[in-house]
């Protein structure tokens, strides 16, 4: 029997105080989830005993002690002075021949298992690590690709001595732990040969945001050091937990990262330091920087390792347990390996019935984007800093700005109002730092070192989407904390408006029935950017155009496969947040003006007078200048419903003029694969033209639902170009003669027994509105998120009054 080394097969998650965190989530997973299909490399734990053996036989525990004995962990200085001499104490202590003797033994049997030439992952493993109240993230040391046994005890002494890292010293201090008390374990396993492959983090949650439903993957290129260290920004992938339990194996979204460089192997030998010297970074060839560096096939094996992870835990500990996972994938075998899970420590914490909100209150101009880490808002002074001997500059409320923040930075990130990198993704150290300090971070924001200088006040702006945005000037915004227990339920359903798919995981616990608006155009503008006919047509645009077309959609099969799963992600994406709410899609309602302005458009589209009643909506989808982009705009649909499972989209049609329009529509959609009524499929139109009224029992008989759009209707009922200024006194939507089309309308559903509601801001900005909203009975309202809360509580109040 050993007595310092135990094989993950003898521990498990119990064991944290004899192997520390990682080793022992390591334990556990190879003991209970192998059988389950995920792979774990095989290894084994030098225990905490060995440590505090080691420094008993080398008797450091006073020399220790006397230098931490009083310090101020909050003065940079003197914390990187006593640091540095912790550390030498630990490397110049000897390693007892016992524990010697009982690390070369299991590194033969390694050897036995896997070959003469297998490398190993040496890692820390620290007996406070990876509790639910600290990840301790990037603390401790890791090194890679050791291949002799001179090289895995001098990476185990160095294991060792990182115990006693600034970052780690301060981050024990800030979390309560007493760092003599804190002792390390090192984990000791087989190397996945994904220096030849792409490793990364993933969340069975998503980090951002708390919304449960996802599985969120980072990726790059070569080992996973680039990633969670934030040298590298890194692909993302989101995965939708529901629908993949019903059998759908598809992306729910996806992000192409740089990629710039990533982490190899190795020859180099310093004999000052051996086991430092095993890993290079190079340069990641440009083509390889433009494609996806996993699979579709591998995002979805890796979020079901995530979910069969996430239950085991959550199974193990009696309640709910969000983990926070590193993988790796073999070069050579092709095979996807776990390499490490922890529980996640900060969204998983939050209370699950307060809402906090911030929004800006003013806008400037933009001076740089990047990832968002979190969802707050911090303003303050620039302090860019390059090097850790100038941490001691940062002063309180300034906003720290570098290429990429080392954990070891920490002591004064807790004190910045915002943090900014250069690069970076959202899973690396720096971003895991930020959100367990509640700091809001912007990552991956391109040349901010240069951009950004000394004492500039800026607004670094994470409350809208997963975009971060950089304001010039110091801007107001405000922070609200909602209980959304004491919201009451009405009768009326309250559905929420949303183009946005950034948005989507944010405002997921808002408690609304449903999207009853969720509009492409923004998709289409923001992540396609390129016209739809341009995609099936490039031969007939112009050679710019085609390399720009070409540049935008080489990830991708081809043009139309970049358009098909860009909207269907999008789309999915808002589908996803409310799922199995019901969420209506409206199918792209650009005028022709719009349409010009995306890349190609000039080559398909023509000037018009009157665009607001011109070439838009319905009239497009079957017409020949038009359909093959329609076409696309149907293949997208029917992939959200029928690949991706989101069988609650229910497709809307824009501005159908009449009823013969609404027919060859149906015709039109049927034809490319969408037939309504078959696999539960609705489709509703909007009632936004003088004729839906008139003729609503004809439009009945086609479409399953109305939703009234109050803005067109008041332009065309009361005959007031709604872009005009000089007649913008005319436009009401609280005229007598609008409000008895919408009136009609709702009556005139009602007797088909169709859904009838209404999408725009009227309900939310004139309460005499909802007042006869709710009078007449209509089924459903639809507004912007910042209104729905407070749309709520009227609405009940008004039921309570009119209904009774």
């Known amino acids: 029997m050993s007595k310092y080394i135990k094989w993950f097969k003898e521990i498990g998650i119990e064991d944290v105080e004899r192997v520390g965190g990682k080793n022992a989530s390591l334990g556990e997973m190879y003991q209970n989830l192998t059988a389950h299909g995920i792979r774990i490399p095989n290894g084994f734990a030098i225990t905490a005993e060995a440590y505090t053996h080691i420094l008993d036989v080398n ?84 090194y890679l690709n050791i291949g002799s046994l001179d090289a895995l005890l001098d990476a185990y002494k160095r294991c060792l001595a990182s115990n006693f890292t600034d970052r780690s010293l301060h981050y024990k201090h800030d979390n309560g732990f007493d760092p003599m008390k804190v002792y390390l374990s090192v984990v000791v396993m087989k190397m996945v040969r994904s220096d030849l492959g792409a490793s990364g983090v993933m969340f069975s949650i ?104 996430e239950e085991h835990y959550s199974q193990k500990a009696g309640s709910q347990k969000p983990m926070d996972m590193e993988w790796a994938k073999d070069g050579i075998d092709g095979q996807l390996y776990m390499v490490q ?40 002074k620039v302090r860019k800093i390059s090097a850790p001997e100038a941490l001691d500059q940062f002063r309180p409320g300034e906003i720290l700005v570098a290429e990429t923040t080392s954990p070891d930075w920490e002591p004064v990130m807790k004190i910045a109002s915002a943090i900014v990198t250069n690069s970076g993704g959202r899973t690396c150290h720096a971003a895991i730092v930020s959100r367990e300090l509640g700091i809001p971070a912007i990552v991956g924001a391109n040349h901010a070192t240069e951009i950004l200088q000394n004492g500039k006040e800026i607004t670094v702006s994470c409350a809208e989407g997963e975009t971060g945005i950089i304001y010039e000037g110091i801007l107001e915004y405000e922070a609200r904390q909602i209980d959304l227990s004491d919201l009451p339920k009405t009768k009326t359903q309250i559905m929420m408006n949303l183009g946005n798919p950034e948005l989507a995981f944010s405002l997921a616990s808002l408690p609304v029935d449903g999207i009853g608006l969720a509009r492409m155009e923004f998709i289409i503008t923001t992540s396609i950017k390129a016209h739809p006919m341009a995609l099936v047509h490039p031969d007939k645009t112009d050679q710019q155009t085609q390399k720009s077309l070409h540049d935008l959609t080489f990830a991708y099969q081809d043009h139309e496969d970049f358009f ?24 792209s309602d650009f005028k022709t003006n719009e349409y010009a302005t995306l890349l ?101 008989e086609l ?102």
Request: charge should be negative.
């Open 341 to 380: 899970a922890r529980p996640e420590t900060v969204e998983s914490r939050k209370e699950f019935n307060i809402l906090q909100i911030y929004e800006l209150q003013e806008r400037s101009r933009v001076l740089l984007k990047g990832r968002a880490v979190g969802t707050k808002i911090g303003a303050g």
């Open 564 to 587: 098909i799963k860009t909207l269907s992600e999008g789309v999915a994406s808002i589908a996803a947040s409310v799922y199995p709410k019901p969420c209506v899609v409206r199918m």
């Open 600 to 700: 190609g458009g000039q080559f398909f589209e023509f000037e018009e007078a009157n665009p607001m009643i011109g070439f838009r909506g319905a009239s497009r989808y079957s017409h020949p200048a038009y359909e093959e982009g329609f076409a696309l705009e149907c293949r997208a649909m029917k992939r959200v419903r029928e690949e991706m499972g989101f069988e609650n989209v229910i497709l809307m049609i824009p501005f159908c003029r009449r009823v013969q329009e609404g027919k060859k529509v149906l015709e039109t959609m049927e034809k490319y694969g969408l037939k309504r009524g078959e696999k539960g499929l609705k489709v509703y139109v909007m009632c936004e033209i003088p004729n839906n009224v008139i003729q609503i029992d004809a439009f009945s």
């Open 206 to 309: 998503d980090p951002e945001t708390g919304f449960k439903d996802v599985v969120f993957i980072n990726a790059a290129y070569g080992l996973g050091e680039t990633v969670v260290q934030g040298s590298v920004e890194p692909d993302s992938f989101y995965v939708h937990k529901p629908t993949m339990s019903k059998g759908y194996k598809s992306v729910l979204k996806r992000s192409l990262g740089a990629k710039k460089i990533q982490m190899v192997f190795s020859d180099k030998i310093n004999v000052a330091n051996i086991a430092k010297e095993y890993t290079k970074t190079i340069e990641t060839p440009i083509e390889a920087q433009k494609k996806f560096c996993i699979t579709d096939e591998d995002v979805i094996t890796l979020a079901q390792y995530a979910v069969k992870v």
């Open 703 to 804: 479409f399953d639902g109305f939703s009234i759009g109050s803005n067109d209707l008041t332009q065309l009922t009361l005959g007031v170009d709604r872009d005009s200024q000089i007649v913008a006194f005319d436009y009401d939507e609280r005229d007598e003669g609008v409000m008895k089309m919408i009136q009609m309308a709702v009556e005139g559903a009602k007797r088909n027994h169709r859904h009838s509601g209404i999408c725009g801001q009227g309900p939310s900005d004139y309460p005499e509105m909802a007042e006869a909203l709710v009078k007449m009975g209509i089924e459903s309202m639809s507004l912007n998120p910042d209104t729905v809360l407070q749309t709520i509580q009227n609405i009940s109040e008004l039921e309570k009054e009119t209904l009774g």
């Open 59 to 142: 008797e450091a525990w006073k020399k220790l002690n006397d230098l931490l004995d009083r310090l101020d962990f909050d003065d940079v200085t003197a914390l990187q002075q006593k640091g540095s001499a912790c550390r030498e104490i630990m490397l110049e202590c000897s390693l007892p021949s016992d524990i010697e003797e009982e690390i070369a033994n299991a590194y033969e049997a390694l050897k036995t298992e896997y070959g003469d030439d297998v490398t190993l992952a040496v890692r820390s493993s620290a007996t406070a690590e990876d509790s639910p109240e600290a990840s301790f993230a990037g603390q401790n040391d890791t």
